[in-house]
T-cell receptor, first 112, second 113 residues
Framework: SQTIHQWPATLVQPVGSPLSLECTVEGTSNPNLYWYRQAAGRGLQLLFYSVGIGQISSEVPQNLSASRPQDRQFILSSKKLLLSDSGFYLC???????????FGPGTRLLVL | QKEVEQDPGPLSVPEGAIVSLNCTYSNSAFQYFMWYRQYSRKGPELLMYTYSSGNKEDGRFTAQVDKSSKYISLFIRDSQPSDSATYLCAMSASGGGADGLTFGKGTHLIIQP
C-alpha cells in the first residue's frame, strides 16, 4: 500500500531564516506530487505540483520554491522566511490520470 | 465570487442525527468531486469521490452532485462523536491529475454525545 511521509511535523523558525520541508511517497511509481498550504480561515491553497523529476509548476507567486530531486521525493524550500509563510503545509500525491489526491500528515510552520 | 463556497460552521448536532454538508461552485467545468475529512492537526483523508452528477453511497456516507445547480452535498447518517472533524469539499475540471484540486474552506462539524 502507498504511504506518504512529511517531516518535520512541527517547525518554529525566525523571520529571515531558510526553510526545507520534505515529502516522500512509498509504494507507487511516478506519482504526481503537490504542495498545499492551509492557513486559518483561508482553506487549502495549491502552491506547487510536479508530474515528474525536475518538473515543477507554480500556482502562485511567492517566497517559496519546490524541487523534485527523485521520483518519490518533493521538497519545499525558502531562502528567507516571512511571517506570512506561517501555516500548515501539506504534501499530496496522485497517480496517472486519477483525480483523487492523498495527503500526508502535514508540517505545521510558525514563523516568528 | 469565490470558486467554491462552503459554510465554515461550526455545525453542532446530537449523536445519531443525519448531517447535511454542502458546497456550491461557480465553475461549470468542474466534473470531479470529492469530500475529505480532516481531524485537528492532521492531513485530510479522502472520504468520497464522484464523477459528474448523481449519488454515491458508502456505509453511512452519501455524496450527491447536482451539476445543473452547481451544488454538492455529503450526508452522514447515524452520526457518531468520531465524525467530529472538518469536512472539505474539493473539485477538479480535468481528469489528468496534473492539476491541483479547488477546495472549499471546510465545515467544522461537532457531534454531541
Amino acid at each position: 500500500s502507498q504511504t506518504i511521509h512529511q517531516w518535520p511535523a512541527t517547525l518554529v523558525q525566525p523571520v529571515g531564516s531558510p526553510l526545507s520541508l520534505e515529502c516522500t511517497v512509498e509504494g507507487t511509481s511516478n506519482p504526481n506530487l503537490y504542495w498545499y498550504r492551509q492557513a486559518a480561515g483561508r482553506g487549502l491553497q495549491l502552491l506547487f505540483y510536479s508530474v515528474g523529476i525536475g518538473q515543477i509548476s507554480s500556482e502562485v507567486p511567492q517566497n517559496l520554491s519546490a524541487s523534485r530531486p527523485q521520483d518519490r521525493q518533493f521538497i519545499l524550500s525558502s531562502k528567507k522566511l516571512l511571517l506570512s509563510d506561517s501555516g500548515f503545509y501539506l504534501c499530496a500525491w496522485s497517480v496517472g490520470n486519477k483525480e483523487t489526491q492523498y495527503f500526508g500528515p502535514g508540517t505545521r510552520l510558525l514563523v516568528l | 465570487q469565490k470558486e467554491v463556497e462552503q459554510d465554515p460552521g461550526p455545525l453542532s448536532v446530537p449523536e445519531g442525527a443525519i448531517v447535511s454538508l454542502n458546497c456550491t461552485y461557480s465553475n461549470s467545468a468542474f466534473q470531479y468531486f470529492m469530500w475529505y475529512r480532516q481531524y485537528s492537526r492532521k492531513g485530510p483523508e479522502l472520504l468520497m469521490y464522484t464523477y459528474s452528477s448523481g449519488n454515491k453511497e458508502d456505509g453511512r456516507f452519501t455524496a450527491q452532485v447536482d451539476k445543473s445547480s452547481k451544488y454538492i452535498s455529503l450526508f452522514i447518517r447515524d452520526s457518531q462523536p468520531s465524525d467530529s472533524a472538518t469536512y472539505l469539499c474539493a473539485m477538479s475540471a480535468s481528469g489528468g491529475g496534473a492539476d491541483g484540486l479547488t477546495f472549499g474552506k471546510g465545515t467544522h462539524l461537532i457531534i454531541q454525545p
